[in-house]
């Protein structure tokens, strides 16, 4: 039974480079992304580190849970995770190659054929796994659901669940709304309806497996060779696995195409849900901006 780990964390399983300090961590200045308190800087080819005060230890979490049960799944493999002077270190293989998002437009058809090919593959790996909770949906830690609609609106915000059941699991999303939407003070003629609504229309869900955030910004692809016409194929890598967990069975396909930068539906990386679900589901995900917005 999965057991999430305890920090500080080494991972012992795999062929690990020779680690950087938290202080080599913090010189370094090949930094790839930054946002508030959180950076992620590449030591060197081998090692990326995402590290920060507001950082969480669920993501470090998924990386371990992925190599451990599902290991066919192409994420980075985390070589250690800790705490150093209220920062948290998150040391990881560093993914070759380079986000989707800087080349979709620039290749071919088939190209994009084959990069689809290996995200579908991805994606259907995460699919068949079973959760080790019955009936859990939640983080990959045991604990909450990492997504921004689950991020509490009441005073004291934390993210909600976990949930066991999916009618929970919906509970939490249409109450949070109504948080929302009462906190400014706004009318909750929306709140009323999905709280009637969506509790018969989102059911018979099993808890799947959940990247939560697929979109080319998060997608590193990498050439791995050329066929006799000049195209090529890549290797395809999933990171920031950040909202990773147990969602229902429509969630990463809502998640991915609800987004202004993701792939587009024609790509065929996702199976669309019925029609039913999708028309549910969107008003909530697509808050409109605003006071009201979950965002």
């Not at 080819?45 to 371990?64: C, M, P, R, Y």
């Not at 006799?228 to 909202?243: A, H, I, N, P, T």
Request: overall charge positive; aromatic content about 12%.
């Amino acid at each position: 039974m999965w057991q999430p780990v305890t920090l500080p964390f080494k991972n012992g399983s795999l062929p690990r480079p020779t680690l950087p300090t938290p202080d080599e961590i913090r010189a370094c200045t090949t930094i790839l992304w930054e946002r508030s308190s959180v950076k992620v800087v590449a030591v060197n080819d081998e090692i990326v580190v995402k590290f920060g005060t507001s950082l969480n230890a669920w993501e470090g979490q998924a990386l371990v849970y992925l190599e451990r049960y599902v290991p066919s799944v192409p994420a980075p493999r985390l070589y250690a995770m800790y705490r150093d002077a209220k920062q948290l270190f998150l040391v990881m293989q560093r993914a070759p190659g380079v986000p989707l998002s800087s080349i979709w437009r620039s290749l071919t058809e088939p190209e994009k054929d084959d990069i689809v090919t290996e995200l579908r593959k991805a994606v259907d790996t995460l699919r068949q796994a079973k959760s080790p909770w019955p009936d859990f949906y939640g983080g990959l830690d045991g604990g909450s659901v990492h997504h921004y609609l689950f991020w509490c609106r009441k005073v004291g915000g934390k993210y909600l669940g976990p949930f066991h059941g999916e009618a929970a699991f919906v509970a939490g999303l249409t109450g949070n709304y109504r948080a929302a939407i009462e906190r400014d003070g706004l009318p909750d003629f929306k709140a009323r309806f999905y709280e009637t609504s969506l509790l018969h229309v989102l059911q018979g869900h099993r808890p799947t497996l959940t990247h939560g955030d697929i979109q080319p910004k998060n997608i590193v692809v990498a050439e791995k060779g050329r066929n006799s016409r000049g195209q090529r194929s890549f290797d395809v890598m999933l990171v920031d696995w950040e909202e990773a967990g147990w969602y229902p069975d429509f969630w990463e396909y809502f998640s991915a195409t609800r987004r202004s930068s993701a792939l587009p539906p024609e790509a065929g990386v996702f199976s669309s849900p019925a029609p039913r679900q999708y028309y549910a589901e969107s008003p909530v995900i697509e808050v409109p901006p605003g006071r009201s917005s979950l965002r």
